[in-house]
């Protein structure tokens, strides 16, 4: 149980498009997601945290404009990146916490990543 | 804000040997902590979690885990490693509902 999915495994983009990444909880119902960004040999930074049916909350130094979440329900949230440039390039990994009502509420579960280039 | 630590960026080790991580955070309200570990290639798996009770917490594959609140450290230790143990290993600590990551240990177990 508690499997997460990210889709796509890895995208390579041109400058300036934009790029929309999923996260699904398969098996439970997640209401708070959380998207990372993990560079290479370095820790996981949280970016901003998902709530199902609210505006996301973004760490600071995060750019709302740039990196858009969306959690329309209670298993999918989506991380788009827009006007997308080199500097972007990164891992961004989703994970998913299950609702309160489960009693596992405490424990966030992780996707696979996304590898993200920007030609 | 909540920071963690991890003592040791790359370990390595020998088939059989024991293992120890170190992980200490700054916070001083009440907190939840994980051991996470990421297998090459694969995603962040949890390991064990310590969120009351007993400070010495037993997780998968053989791993355990002290919470020693006074040092404000929480450990991972293995007696005997495998191969298959080769791994970055995340300690994480959630306040106000946020998981803070430490930076990482590198663990190569050679046969």
């Known amino acids: 149980g508690a499997v997460v999915s990210q889709h796509p495994s890895w995208v390579i983009c041109k400058s300036g498009t934009s790029v929309k990444i999923e996260c699904r909880s398969l098996d439970f119902q997640a209401t708070t997601m959380f998207w990372y960004r993990q560079f290479p040999k370095q820790s996981l930074m949280l970016m901003a945290t998902?709530?199902?049916?609210?505006?996301?909350?973004?760490e600071q130094g995060v750019e709302k404009d740039k990196f858009l979440i969306n959690h329309a329900s209670l298993t999918l949230s989506t991380l788009t990146v827009t006007s997308a440039h080199p500097e972007d390039s990164s891992f961004y990994i989703c994970?998913?916490?299950?609702?309160?009502?489960?009693?596992?509420?405490?424990?966030?579960?992780f996707g696979p990543g996304t590898r993200l280039t920007v030609l | 804000a909540q920071s963690v630590s991890q003592h040791n960026h790359h370990v390595i080790l020998s088939e059989a040997a024991s293992l120890e991580l170190g992980c200490n955070y700054s916070?001083?309200?009440?907190?939840?902590l994980f051991w996470y570990v990421q297998y090459p290639g694969q995603h962040l798996q949890l390991l064990l979690k310590y969120f009351s009770g007993d400070p010495l917490v037993k997780g998968i594959k053989g791993f355990e885990a002290e919470f020693i609140k006074s040092k404000f450290s929480f450990n991972l230790r293995k007696p005997s490693v495998q191969w298959s143990d080769t791994a970055e290993y995340f300690c994480?600590?959630?306040?106000?509902?946020?998981?803070?990551f430490g930076a990482g240990t590198t663990v190569t177990v050679r046969a």
């Open positions: 916070y001083g309200g009440t907190v939840n």
């Open positions: 994480a600590v959630n306040a106000h509902y946020k998981l803070s």
């Open positions: 998902s709530n199902e049916g609210s505006k996301a909350t973004y």
């Open positions: 994970s998913a916490r299950e609702t309160r009502a489960s009693g596992r509420w405490d424990t966030q579960y």
